[in-house]
């Protein structure tokens, strides 16, 4: 049993050098200037124990966007665990999810560096999402008839926001426009949905923002 746990947490440390390799290389090249053996050169590993891991080179930049997203979703977990009204979770979610799509430096810089092609964006986890629904509707809350079609609309509502205002034919006022669409479509009054949308994200949150801000110019 020691020596699988052995082996196990030597293949998780193998594993985090490869992607932590990854993840500098590209900030500091660009992924056309990157081989698979200048991954494994950095993290100090045989060119062969790559393919323990990772088929290819997207493979192990698609590793680093899950690292990011892993901050993402604890960053986001800190933020809403001193709130206890499902309304203001949700409000506060939407919130911190739209800016950070719009405005995580790390991850955005990292997939116009990293070349990958298709639809990668910051949101909360699915599951979450549901269970925040679900809790709100046993609070009285929210009103929804189909819980399951309600995530399905908002992560829609969300994916579609983000995308449009990357491309231009948004403005970031669409951000909080579909905070308070998503919170009265759950049953909340306008009024209501008006007053959490305009209250600010705690400090730690923009924060880590800065912070991420300034990783990034010394990684470059």
Same mark, same amino acid.
């Not at 590209?26 to 124990?49: M, P, Y």
């Not at 908002?154 to 449009?164: D, F, W, Y």
């Not at 705690?202 to 990684?219: F, Q």
């Given at each position: 049993?020691?020596?699988?746990?052995?082996?196990?947490?030597?293949?998780?440390?193998?594993?985090?050098?490869?992607?932590?390799?990854?993840?500098?290389?590209?900030?500091?090249? =660009?992924?056309?200037?990157?081989?698979?053996?200048?991954?494994? #050169?950095?993290?100090?590993?045989?060119?062969?124990?790559?393919?323990?891991?990772?088929?290819?080179?997207?493979?192990?930049?698609?590793?680093?966007?899950?690292?990011?997203? =892993?901050?993402?979703?604890?960053?986001?977990?800190?933020?809403?665990?001193?709130?206890?009204?499902?309304?203001?979770?949700?409000?506060?979610?939407?919130?911190?999810?739209?800016?950070?799509?719009?405005?995580?430096?790390?991850?955005?810089?990292?997939?116009?560096?990293? =070349? /990958?092609? !298709?639809?990668? @964006?910051?949101?909360? #986890?699915? #599951?979450? @999402? @549901?269970?925040?629904?679900?809790? !709100?509707?046993?609070? =009285?809350?929210?009103?929804?008839? #189909?819980?399951?079609?309600?995530?399905?609309?908002?992560? !829609?509502?969300?994916?579609?926001?983000?995308?449009?205002?990357?491309?231009?034919?948004?403005?970031?006022?669409?951000?909080?426009?579909?905070?308070?669409?998503?919170?009265?479509?759950?049953?909340?009054?306008?009024?209501?949905?008006?007053?959490?949308?305009?209250?600010?994200?705690?400090?730690?949150?923009? &924060?880590?923002?800065?912070?991420? !801000?300034?990783? /990034?110019?010394? &990684?470059?």
């Amino acid at each position: 049993m020691n020596d699988i746990k052995r082996t196990n947490r030597k293949r998780e440390r193998t594993r985090a050098a490869l992607v932590n390799a990854a993840r500098k290389l590209v900030f500091s090249r =660009g992924q056309e200037k990157i081989s698979i053996q200048d991954i494994t #050169d950095a993290a100090d590993v045989g060119l062969g124990t790559f393919y323990n891991y990772f088929e290819t080179k997207s493979m192990a930049f698609e590793a680093v966007l899950e690292q990011i997203r =892993g901050q993402f979703t604890a960053d986001l977990n800190q933020l809403r665990e001193p709130l206890k009204d499902p309304a203001t979770v949700m409000a506060f979610t939407l919130q911190y999810c739209f800016t950070q799509a719009q405005d995580n430096q790390e991850w955005n810089t990292f997939l116009t560096y990293s =070349g /990958l092609s !298709g639809e990668y @964006l910051l949101h909360q #986890d699915e #599951d979450q @999402l @549901l269970a925040d629904i679900q809790r !709100g509707v046993k609070a =009285g809350r929210f009103k929804a008839d #189909d819980i399951n079609f309600t995530q399905s609309l908002i992560l !829609g509502i969300v994916r579609h926001i983000n995308q449009e205002i990357r491309q231009g034919r948004l403005t970031r006022s669409a951000m909080a426009e579909a905070t308070r669409h998503i919170l009265r479509m759950l049953g909340l009054p306008d009024q209501v949905a008006k007053s959490l949308t305009q209250s600010p994200l705690p400090p730690v949150v923009v &924060a880590r923002g800065a912070e991420t !801000g300034a990783n /990034l110019r010394s &990684a470059l």
